[in-house]
Nanobody, 115 residues
Framework: QVQLVESGGGLVQAGGSLTLSCAAS????????MGWYRQAPGKQRELVAT???????NYADSVKGRFTISRDNAKNTVYLQGNNLKPEDIALYYC?????????WGQGTQVTVSS
């Protein structure tokens, strides 16, 4: 069974940056796509960014221009770099991987932004 482990969350001041990591137990090229989702208290879980096997990226409008998703296949790791973080970015961030009809989730890592 595929396991995803997120790390890198923490407290950052508004305007600061943070990089989240998602380490997979399998080659990330075995997945059709990987991505990051987030859920803030009282809100629906939302897509933040995705990257396909071919390297195509997509971002939610709310983070476009501030967040970057990237990968390092040698490390079986996908990253999410957030710049100019805002209080509205406060959420539990989850790593996601898709392969055919299968979907895998990490346990999440908390991002807190002080205002």
């Amino acid at each position: 069974q595929v396991q995803l482990v997120e790390s890198g969350g923490g407290l950052v001041q508004a305007g600061g940056s943070l990089t989240l990591s998602c380490a997979a137990s399998a080659s990330i090229f075995s997945f059709d796509a990987m991505g990051w989702y987030r859920q803030a208290p009282g809100k629906q879980r939302e897509l933040v960014a995705t990257i396909t096997r071919g390297g195509r990226t997509n971002y939610a409008d709310s983070v476009k221009g501030r967040f970057t998703i990237s990968r390092d296949n040698a490390k079986n790791t996908v990253y999410l770099q957030g710049n100019n973080l805002k209080p509205e970015d406060i959420a539990l961030y989850y790593c996601n991987a898709r392969s055919g009809v299968n979907t895998y989730w990490g346990q999440g890592t908390q991002v807190t932004v002080s205002s």
